[in-house]
């Protein structure tokens, strides 16, 4: 934990960009039109924390994230991929095209499947780090 000394107060800085981050993250998946109200939002906003954390993760999801996610909700790894492909799915069909060809390259209307619950977590974490890097967060 980092934390810096700000007059008599203690601020735990790591705390503050995690805060950021979960708000930033939950900002962009209601533009995609993930629907809140699903398991899936929770299993997916948790997999682009950890993937922007550790891209590594997005390479073995059934190995790696899956397990993690499944852990940290007490569920099993299956649900989780489910849930989370649901909620994919749905954004898909439901969400803002222009979104999707902004982070994607290609929508629903350019006649192309969704992308893979591995691509989807992936490219949002993408966006997040260069986010940061330009100090938008």
């Not at 790591?14 to 533009?31: C, N, S």
């Not at 939002?41 to 922007?52: D, E, G, Q, S, V």
Request: charged share 25%; net charge neutral; aromatic share 8%.
């Amino acid at each position: 934990m980092y934390i810096q000394y700000v007059g008599n107060f203690i601020v735990d800085i790591d705390g503050l960009r995690d805060a950021e981050l979960i708000k930033h993250v939950t900002k962009i998946m209601l533009d995609m039109g993930v629907p809140a109200h699903l398991k899936g939002y929770h299993y997916l906003r948790a997999a682009i924390i950890i993937a922007k954390k550790d891209m590594e993760v997005v390479g073995s999801v059934t190995k790696l994230l899956y397990p993690e996610i499944a852990k940290q909700f007490k569920t099993t790894d299956q649900k989780v991929e489910r849930a989370i492909r649901n909620a994919i799915e749905v954004s898909w069909m439901r969400g803002n095209p222009e979104t999707f060809e902004e982070l994607f390259g290609y929508s629903i209307l350019t006649g192309q499947t969704r992308p893979t619950n591995s691509e989807y977590i992936a490219q949002i974490a993408d966006k997040i780090n260069l986010d940061m890097e330009n100090g938008k967060i």
